[in-house]
């Protein structure tokens, strides 16, 4: 089964500390990409930060690195120096090959709150 | 640059009534993806299209919903017959190429009543 897993539903984090959210992900797939997405109240989804099943470094975006385990099937996102505007969903998603197209899974989500 | 669009934002309907949803994607992108996003969820595909076809379809797509993207431009999601059950954040999504990153519209709330 291809799967996301995000098992904090909700995390606080102290202004201008960092914060891990946690990722993990079922697949049999050999090639496959990882994405991280953060949705505002307003509802927009907005993408952070992608890390390529076969990129052997971890991927980083300012703030934003993405913390890549592959034997693990694990990618965690860790915000550097978190500001108030970070609170909001995050999403964890998987791109995987489904029938010769791509296809989207989604986690739950981890509610973050930055904490002034 | 402009990104993804979504029309309307909002929708409050009646149950039975029928509703349709227009996505604009970012120019360029041929590739477009539709999906729901429950309260408490995480968004889950419904329908994505390469140009014009519809290459797949969710079998969470029931036969009252329908999606068009006629000369491979704009794209349309219609359901007929709203059940309540059909309230949710309908979510847009285009991308340029098949591995690159999607790029999500602002999504049309819809309330049935």
């Known amino acids: 089964a291809q799967k996301i897993t995000q098992t904090q539903p909700g995390m606080f984090v102290q202004e201008k500390e960092a914060v891990t959210l946690d990722c993990t992900y079922d697949?049999?797939?050999?090639?496959?990409?990882l994405f991280w997405y953060k949705q505002p109240s307003s509802g927009e989804m907005i993408f952070l930060i992608y890390?390529?099943?076969?990129?052997?470094q971890n991927a980083t975006e300012g703030r934003y690195s993405l913390n890549f385990q592959k034997a693990r099937k694990s990618a965690n996102l860790v915000i550097s120096a978190s500001q108030l505007g970070d609170s909001a969903m995050y999403f964890c998603?998987?791109?995987?090959?489904?029938?010769?197209?791509?296809?989207?899974?989604f986690g739950t989500g981890t509610r973050l709150k930055v904490l002034a | 640059d402009t990104g993804v669009s979504q029309n309307p934002r909002h929708k409050i309907t009646k149950r039975g009534q029928n509703v349709t949803f227009r996505c604009d994607p970012i120019?360029?992108?041929?590739?477009l993806y539709w999906y729901r996003q429950t309260l408490g969820q995480g968004p889950e595909f419904l329908t994505y299209?390469?140009?014009?076809?519809?290459?797949?379809k969710s079998r969470l797509l029931s036969d009252r919903f329908s999606a068009e993207r006629p000369k491979g431009s704009f794209s349309t999601l219609e359901i007929q017959r709203t059940e309540q059950g059909d309230s949710a954040m309908y979510l847009c999504?285009?991308?340029?190429?098949?591995?690159?990153?999607?790029?999500f519209g602002p999504g049309t709330r819809l309330l049935v009543l």
């Open positions: 697949t049999s797939d050999q090639s496959y990409g």
């Open positions: 999504a285009s991308l340029p190429g098949p591995r690159e990153t999607q790029y």
């Open positions: 890390q390529g099943s076969y990129d052997e």
């Open positions: 299209f390469q140009n014009e076809a519809q290459l797949e």
């Open positions: 998603a998987m791109r995987v090959t489904t029938s010769g197209t791509y296809k989207y899974i």
């Open positions: 120019s360029e992108h041929n590739r």
